[in-house]
Antibody, heavy 117, light 107 residues
Framework: QVQLKESGPGLVQPSETLSLTCTVS????????VSWVRQPSGKGPEWMGR???????AYNSALKSRLSISRDTSKNQVFLKMNSLQTDDTGTYYC???????????WGQGVMVTVSS | DIQMTQTPSSMPASLGERVTISCRAS??????LNWYQQKPDGTIKPLIY???NLQSGVPSRFSGSGSGTDYSLTISSLEPEDFAMYYC?????????FGAGTKLELK
């Protein structure tokens, strides 16, 4: 069955870089796109960016200067790197499978990231 | 960016009740509107895509409608597992954006 699982550090220092991994199973990264979506506590989700099935990327313009998404198809993994983290980057980070356009039909369990010294 | 406004932000309701959650876009979104459910443990589940299409496996008591800037999610008869957060999402314009959510609470 389709599964996505995020992994990465729970605590990041301000101004440091966040690195997260999304490991997928049950589908191919060359057939489906994968997005990263984050959610500050008590707020709605925010789409961050997408790794297209063909290897192209798309980013939310609000984060584009700090964000990089890449993948390793041999390991079924998609990676997120975001630099210059600040306290308002604290929240839960999810990876999702994009069914059609930007309809997210499967979500990972999420990983909580706290930005604090 | 298109702003999505959900109303109400919280809604007390009873088992068996029919409820409707509203979502208004800051500009027309041509029915490019999805709905998701989030449980207290953070699990997010898709419910409806392109305004009114039910995700496979989602009970038929869920339905969606709307056009232009105004959309709604209706649950015809609340079950215990329906008490959760609900989010709308537009994908007519990049970046796709979500509403702030509606919390459906047991009255």
């Amino acid at each position: 069955q389709v599964q996505l699982k995020e992994s990465g550090p729970g605590l990041v220092q301000p101004s440091e870089t966040l690195s997260l991994t999304c490991t997928v199973s049950g589908f191919s990264l060359t057939s489906y796109s994968v997005s990263w979506v984050r959610q500050p506590s008590g707020k709605g989700p925010e789409w961050m960016g997408r790794m297209w099935y063909d290897g192209d990327t798309a980013y939310n313009s609000a984060l584009k200067s700090r964000l990089s998404i890449s993948r390793d198809t041999s390991k079924n993994q998609v990676f997120l790197k975001m630099n210059s983290l600040q306290t308002d980057d604290t929240g839960t980070y999810y990876c999702t499978r994009d069914a059609i356009a930007y309809y997210f039909d499967y979500w990972g369990q999420g990983v909580m990231v706290t930005v604090s010294s | 960016d298109i702003q999505m406004t959900q109303t109400p932000s919280s809604m007390p309701a009873s088992l068996g009740e029919r409820v409707t959650i509203s979502c208004r876009a800051s500009q027309g979104i041509s029915n490019y509107l999805n709905w998701y459910q989030q449980k207290p443990d953070g699990t997010i589940k898709p419910l409806i895509y392109y305004t009114s299409n039910l995700q496979s496996g989602v009970p038929s008591r869920f339905s969606g409608s709307g056009s232009g800037t105004d959309y709604s999610l209706t649950i015809s008869s609340l079950e215990p597992e329906d008490f959760a957060m609900y989010y709308c999402q537009q994908y007519d314009s990049s970046p796709n954006t979500f509403g702030a959510g509606t919390k459906l609470e047991l009255k």
